[in-house]
């Protein structure tokens, strides 16, 4: 994977071998990819778009969000990347999820504010 851009790099709490990175401009290297085995071999998760953050379940290593940039989306996977399902539509620029409960997740927007969901970024207030 020679000239690939990284712009983020997440460990599973879990399982320390399983890593994922996201890249967001080569057109052949775009995406969220995955490694189970601490960084040999990489390969591509099927999480589309140009990827700004990736962060994963402190308690599942299967559960994944990615943001895709300049369209503010995130993306959830609870299968390890196998599919992926859009989760929310705003500005994102950061997320962070509650390592006692996964399923309240903070976002941080790109007009200085930050968003809380409570049901796993099915929705947010």
Same mark, same amino acid.
């Not at 320390?16 to 967001?24: C, M, W």
């Not at 085995?37 to 040999?40: I, N, P, S, V």
């Given at each position: 994977?020679?000239?690939?851009?990284? &712009?983020?790099?997440?460990?599973?709490?879990?399982e320390?071998?399983?890593?994922?990175?996201?890249?967001?401009y080569?057109?052949?290297?775009?995406?969220?990819? =995955?490694?189970t +085995?601490?960084?040999?071999p990489?390969?591509?998760?099927g999480?589309? !778009?140009r990827?700004l953050?990736?962060?994963?379940d402190? =308690?599942?290593s299967?559960t994944?969000?990615a943001?895709?940039?300049f +369209?503010?989306?995130?993306? =959830?996977?609870?299968?390890g990347g196998?599919n992926?399902?859009?989760?929310?539509g705003?500005?994102?620029?950061?997320l962070?999820? +509650?390592?006692?409960?996964?399923q309240?997740i903070?976002? !941080?927007?790109d =007009?200085?504010?930050?968003?809380?969901?409570? +049901?796993?970024a099915?929705s &947010?207030?």
């Open positions: 994977m020679s000239n690939l851009d990284v &712009w983020c790099l997440a460990i599973a709490q879990n320390p071998r399983t890593l994922y990175l996201g890249a967001p080569s057109s052949d290297f775009q995406g969220v990819f =995955k490694t +085995d601490a960084g040999q990489w390969t591509r998760s999480a589309p !778009g990827i953050f990736v962060t994963i402190p =308690k599942d299967r994944v969000y943001g895709i940039t +369209d503010g989306k995130i993306v =959830k996977t609870t299968g196998a992926w399902s859009e989760r929310a705003l500005s994102i620029t950061a962070a999820i +509650d390592p006692r409960d996964p309240r903070y976002a !941080g927007l =007009k200085f504010s930050v968003w809380l969901s409570d +049901d796993g099915r &947010w207030h």
